[in-house]
Antibody, heavy 122, light 106 residues
Framework: QVQLVESGGGVVQPGRSLRLSCAAS????????MHWVRQAPGKGLEWVGVVSYDGTGKYYAVSMEGRFTISRDNSKNTLYLQMNSLTTEDTAVYYC???????????????WGQGTLVTVSS | EIVLTQSPATLSLSPGERATLSCRAS??????LAWYQQKPGQAPRLLIY???NRATGIPARFSGSGSGTDFTLTISSLEPEDFAVYYCQQRSKWPLTFGGGTKVEI
């Protein structure tokens, strides 16, 4: 079965960096675009960004472009989110999610991980 | 970016009742609108995609309609497990965006 397992969350000081990982299994990772979505405590869902199945296409939310970078290693079946210059407003659960269709971009998200909590605090 | 406004913020209903949730887009998203359900402590789950298509395993009591800027998610008869928060999401234009959510409570 499809599994997405995020890791790398924790407590980090404002201004510092953090890299999240999402380990995928149960499907052909290299054929699906992958997304990051976050959710601040008690708030709604916020789309972070996407990377195409082959890593050549990337889009980001306006508020995160320039600070966040999404990448993937298809040989390791792993998705990454590099977050720089973190602020308290980046405190959230970060989910990775898979699109519904292969070798396309901008499809609905039908598989989600359980999320990893990032807390930005001094 | 396209702003999605969901209403109402909270819907108080009883099991067996019909739920009607609204999602309005700040500009046309054609039919590229999806609905997700989220329960406390869980990841979101895809319910409806491209306005009216149920995702795999989603019961027939969930249905979606609309086009352009106005969309509706209908739950024909609420089951106890349907009490949750529902989000709409557009994939018409980058950046993708979610609505603020509607909580369906007892």
């Amino acid at each position: 079965q499809v599994q997405l397992v995020e890791s790398g969350g924790g407590v980090v000081q404002p201004g510092r960096s953090l890299r999240l990982s999402c380990a995928a299994s149960g499907f052909t990772f290299s054929t699906y675009a992958m997304h990051w979505v976050r959710q601040a405590p008690g708030k709604g869902l916020e789309w972070v960004g996407v990377v195409s199945y082959d890593g050549t296409g990337k889009y980001y939310a306006v508020s995160m472009e320039g600070r966040f970078t999404i990448s993937r290693d298809n040989s390791k079946n792993t998705l990454y989110l590099q977050m720089n210059s973190l602020t308290t407003e980046d405190t959230a659960v970060y989910y990775c999610a898979r699109e519904t269709a292969i070798r396309e971009l901008s499809n609905p998200l039908d598989q989600w991980g359980q999320g990893t909590l990032v807390t930005v605090s001094s | 970016e396209i702003v999605l406004t969901q209403s109402p913020a909270t819907l108080s209903l009883s099991p067996g009742e019909r739920a009607t949730l609204s999602c309005r887009a700040s500009q046309s998203v054609s039919y590229y609108l999806a609905w997700y359900q989220q329960k406390p402590g869980q990841a979101p789950r895809l319910l409806i995609y491209d306005t009216s298509n149920r995702a795999t395993g989603i019961p027939a009591r969930f249905s979606g309609s609309g086009s352009g800027t106005d969309f509706t998610l209908t739950i024909s008869s609420l089951e106890p497990e349907d009490f949750a928060v529902y989000y709409c999401q557009q994939r018409s234009k980058w950046p993708l965006t979610f609505g603020g959510g509607t909580k369906v409570e007892i």
